[in-house]
């Protein structure tokens, strides 16, 4: 008789606990640092022969093909474990051309992702630039452009630099809003080249503020290599963006990295020195209300960093596994890890 009731409970409660639960899109979002992905030909019109490639003397297309396929292992890899697609929009940074993001999205690993491209050249004096990839299957572009990041030093002379690179579209049916940062690295020291970053941070409050006058609860994503913290002023005080995630208010920007900081996460080091100077950011109408997912809204926040991508032994253990080093191509990958992000909304029926 016990066995008869207790089977009973379980054929009732089966249908209950299937309807109850709830079906997710899930789409990821990532960023990452190519670390020097430059092909093998001198462009006359940039300084590239600075790039690690080019002082390579014997195998250089061999090399680059590798470094290519690195490359394009790691994002083939980016979001698998729940999403079971790469990402649907990637902003990269560190790339010289559009050739080079096409040669990366048409190795073994990507080309039946069918990703598109837009990129611009930027003025920077070496030709690194910043990019974007999306999954046509998943985004739609409806418009993109760059903004320039004007800036002098002491003696008035242009510091040319990176480009921020703003892509509009639907993701599915949603419109969103990516910016693409590389800001200004710390060379002559953090607090020696700080300005440069907060005005970089400053030309994103009107990138945000252009894209508000038409759509004032506008889902943004800010995404980059910011070569600063998430507790750093360009970010807590020219951004002023919010670690956690109830003081989010409308208008506001959500850094869910910053906690992930605090926690001791790192996408990169550097004189053993843990930084996390890559971050996806978001405005109030990404973040998910009550646990409201009616909408595509930010699930959670990662740093990708498999075994493979860090160094195993010697001076540098635990760094990431880059791809150049004094003495040329290491096998490895980049001295960035890649950052993603789960965006999520409940299925339609």
């Known amino acids: ?43 006359t019109l940039i300084n590239d022969e600075a790039s690690p490639i080019m002082e390579i003397k014997e195998n250089r297309e061999v090399i680059y093909q590798q470094k290519v396929n690195n490359m394009a292992k790691v994002i083939s890899e980016i979001g698998l474990a729940e999403s079971n697609n790469s990402p649907v929009i990637l902003g990269v940074a560190e790339v010289e051309n559009r050739k080079v993001l096409e040669d990366l999205v048409q190795t073994d690993f990507l080309k039946d992702k069918n990703y598109s491209i837009i990129h611009y050249d930027s003025p920077d004096l070496r030709g690194i630039d910043v990019g974007f990839l999306y999954q046509p ?49 710390r060379r002559g020291g953090e607090e020696a080249s700080r300005n440069k970053r907060e005005k970089a941070a400053y030309l994103n409050t009107q990138i945000i503020e252009k894209i508000r006058e038409n759509e004032p609860n506008a889902k943004i994503i800010i995404m980059g290599d910011f070569n600063d913290d998430p507790t750093n002023a360009s970010l807590k005080q020219v951004l002023k963006t919010k670690a956690s995630k109830t003081a989010v208010l409308e208008g506001d920007i959500y850094n869910p990295t910053e906690e992930m900081f605090k926690q001791g996460q790192n996408t990169l080091a550097y004189r053993d020195n843990l930084n996390l100077f890559d971050q996806i950011l978001i405005t109030a109408s990404l973040v998910a209300k009550k646990n409201d997912y009616s909408t595509f809204k930010m699930y959670k926040t990662m740093v990708f960093n498999p075994n493979y991508l860090t160094t195993q032994t010697g001076n540098y253990k635990g760094y990431p596994f880059r791809s150049f080093s004094r003495t040329g191509f290491t096998g490895g990958y980049s001295d960035h890890y890649p950052i993603y992000m789960y965006l999520i909304r409940e299925k339609k029926d």
């Not at 606990?17 to 093998?40: C, G, H, P, V």
């Not at 002098?152 to 949603?174: A, C, F, H, P």
């Open 137 to 185: 299957a998943f985004f739609k572009p409806t418009h993109h452009e760059t903004f320039e990041l004007r800036l002098w030093d002491e003696k008035s002379i242009r510091i040319y630099t990176r480009d921020q690179l703003l892509v509009s579209g639907y993701l599915n049916d949603e419109l969103v809003h990516i910016i693409v940062n590389h800001w200004p690295s």
């Open 1 to 43: 008789m016990k066995q008869l009731l207790t089977f009973l409970l379980v054929i009732f409660l089966i249908p209950n606990t299937l309807f109850s639960q709830k079906k997710y899109e899930i789409r990821t979002a990532a960023f990452y640092n190519l670390e020097n992905l430059f092909d093998t030909e001198n462009d």
